[in-house]
């Protein structure tokens, strides 16, 4: 096998991977965030059941966290939001949304287990 043969065989394996990441990924915030997260899929093709991601949002922390496929390219990016108003966009490489992302889910997550907590104490109370 020539470089240029290698060269493509991982190309192609790093572009079905990333693929099979961003479902995962859809998927689990979907089922982990109902209410904040927003997938978009189209059909892989007019005749195919399949369907694949094409952009998806998360809302967190005054943020927009947003992941978006060209083709083979994923492109991600991450909004200012302020009472609906985006203030400002940023465009960040994936590991640094993916880095921004769980930091502000996690935030989100002690902010929500505090409520969650106050609650159970008020009821209990």
């Known amino acids: ?18 693929q099979a990441f961003v479902e995962a990924l859809a998927d689990r ?30 809302h967190v922390d005054g943020y927009d966290y947003i992941l978006s496929r060209d083709g083979a390219r994923v492109l991600t990016r991450r909004s200012r939001v302020v009472r609906g108003v985006v203030l400002r966009h940023e465009d960040l490489p994936l590991q640094d949304w993916l880095q ?16 969650s907590q106050a609650l159970h104490d008020f009821l209990l109370h």
């Open 1 to 18: 096998m020539s470089g240029y043969e290698e060269s493509a065989a991982w190309l192609r394996r790093a572009q079905t991977d990333l």
């Open 29 to 58: 915030l979907e089922g982990d965030m109902p209410g904040l997260v927003e997938v978009e899929r189209k059909r892989e093709g007019l005749f195919s059941g399949k369907r694949q991601v094409v952009e998806m949002r998360v």
């Open 100 to 115: 921004g992302l769980v930091q502000d889910v996690g935030k989100l997550s002690g902010q929500m287990q505090g409520v």
